[in-house]
């Protein structure tokens, strides 16, 4: 079905429902309440900067409530609306050490995985962080769910896709049939497709890594970014650098105008000898997304994210994802 710009997200969601005539309306219910917690946690990122007037975080404000940090924020708004939606049986976040159950009675066919607010050191400082989620079919057949059901492969997801909280805020999502961006209206609340079937260029002159590790970098690391610094690009100029250091965002810039994001392993943190992103909450559901709009996500052993079989839920893995030609190359000094 064409999609038309302007249409909202509810009718974009019963579209593609009434696409599979087996569907029960469960996902569609699913997405719908977390495009809910996103608008309430969009309203009060955009309310953030004044949270020095109306008190700091952990204090309380002028009329003697206590202020949250916007990431416990985030994290609360998202359980709350998750546990009793119905739709999932368990869920895990990225702040949360362990899987996170639901109400009783309140048990559903689906599992959730989310970074509440990715890019936290970004939060005060007015740059664009985001919402991250995934979400899969439960395996286990008792009534709550259980660690097995979040340890999925990343090929298995049913859905996946962010909200970004930028100069506007923006759904970006895929059910496995392309990637749809939306924009948040806040005037009346509702997200109007504004971006349909987003293709991620296949070549692009952009690089995000975060340079001020090249000390600690491997060769491989070092000799790609190296070529792609030396590269001609269409006899213009080479790449340029571009490093929010909030993963959503940059992913969401890489995804719209081309480009390739990096966080290998380096010899920088022995504590986190694969990187410091995370497979469940970070690298899976960018990478279903990524390779929904045409382009690649792999690990800096060339391995395709989708494909690694999760162990632990607070897992990291080293990512490479983005533009379909620059991962190409990536392989090239990544494969094993
Ligand atoms: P966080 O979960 O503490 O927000 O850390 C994840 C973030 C990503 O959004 C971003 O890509 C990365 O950390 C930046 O890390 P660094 O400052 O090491 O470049
Ligand atoms: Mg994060």
Avoid at 179 to 204: A, K, Q, W
Wanted: contains cysteine.
């Amino acid at each position: 079905m064409a999609k038309r710009k302007g249409i909202t997200v509810s009718r974009q969601l019963m579209d593609s429902q009434m696409l599979h005539p087996e569907a029960t309306g469960e996902l569609t219910g699913l997405l719908n309440e977390l495009i809910v917690a996103g608008k309430i946690i969009s309203a009060e990122v955009n309310m953030a900067g004044l949270a020095d007037i109306l008190g700091q975080s952990g204090k309380t404000n002028i009329q003697g409530e206590e202020v949250q940090k916007l990431d416990e924020f985030a994290n609360q708004t998202i359980k709350r609306r998750m546990e009793q939606c119905g739709y999932i049986c368990v869920m895990g976040s990225e702040e949360d050490d362990d899987i996170i159950g639901v109400l009783d009675g309140y048990e559903g066919k689906y599992t959730v995985a989310f970074d509440p607010l990715d890019g936290s050191s970004n939060i005060d400082v007015n740059v664009s962080i985001g919402t991250i989620f995934a979400i899969h079919k439960r395996k286990s057949k008792g009534k709550q769910g259980v660690r097995e059901d979040l340890l999925q492969k990343g090929r298995d997801l049913i859905a996946a896709g962010y909200i970004i909280y930028g100069s506007s805020t923006m759904l970006v999502y895929t059910t496995g049939d392309g990637v749809h961006g939306f924009t948040l209206d806040p005037s009346v609340g509702e997200f109007f497709l504004s971006h349909p079937d987003i293709t991620i260029p296949e070549r692009s002159k952009y690089y995000s890594v975060n340079e001020a590790y090249e000390k600690y970098w491997h060769d491989n690391t070092r000799n790609y970014i190296e070529h792609l610094k030396e590269l001609d690009y269409r006899g213009e100029r080479c790449y340029s650098l571009r490093y929010i250091g909030s993963l959503v965002a940059d992913f969401h810039r890489n995804l719209i105008k081309g480009g390739v994001f990096l966080y290998a392993r380096d010899k920088k943190s022995t504590d986190k000898p694969d990187g410091k992103l995370r497979l469940l909450y970070e690298a899976s559901p960018l990478a279903m997304v990524v390779e929904q709009a045409g382009g690649m996500a792999i690990t800096d052993d060339g391995r395709r994210i989708l494909d690694i079989e999760p162990t632990d839920l607070h897992q990291r893995v080293p990512l490479i994802l983005g533009s379909r030609e620059e991962v190409e190359l990536a392989l090239q000094y990544f494969a094993d």
